[in-house]
């Protein structure tokens, strides 16, 4: 069955840096576009970034463009989100997601980044 286990969040000052991955299998990782999306309690869900299997084909949204950086190994199976000059904005459950045909379908549990002095 498909799998995302997210890893890497943490606590972070402003200004500092977090390399968040996202392990996957149960299908063809290479096949697919993935995809970071978080979530601030009592907020929706904020699409960040996609990729497909090269890191030619990326997307970013407004709020991290310059500062993350989507990256993946399609031989390990591992998705990434670097991320760069965290504000405490940033601060949200990170979770990565698996693309269907129209939608997300399969999302992991997500991990916490907390960016606080």
């Known amino acids: 069955q498909v799998q995302l286990v997210e890893s890497g969040g943490g606590l972070v000052q402003p200004g500092g840096s977090l390399r968040l991955s996202c392990a996957a299998s149960?299908?063809?990782?290479?096949?697919?576009?993935m995809a970071w999306v978080r979530q601030v309690p009592g907020k929706g869900l904020e699409w960040l970034s996609d990729?497909?299997?090269?890191?030619?084909?990326?997307h970013y949204a407004d709020s991290v463009k310059g500062r993350f950086t989507i990256s993946r190994d399609n031989a390990k199976n591992t998705l990434y989100l670097q991320m760069n000059s965290l504000k405490p904005e940033d601060t949200a459950l990170y979770y990565c997601?698996?693309?269907?045909?129209?939608?997300?379908?399969?999302w992991g549990q997500g991990t916490q980044v907390t960016v606080s002095s």
């Open positions: 997601a698996k693309a269907g045909n129209w939608y997300y379908d399969y």
């Open positions: 149960g299908f063809t990782f290479s096949s697919y576009w």
């Open positions: 990729i497909y299997s090269g890191e030619g084909n990326t």
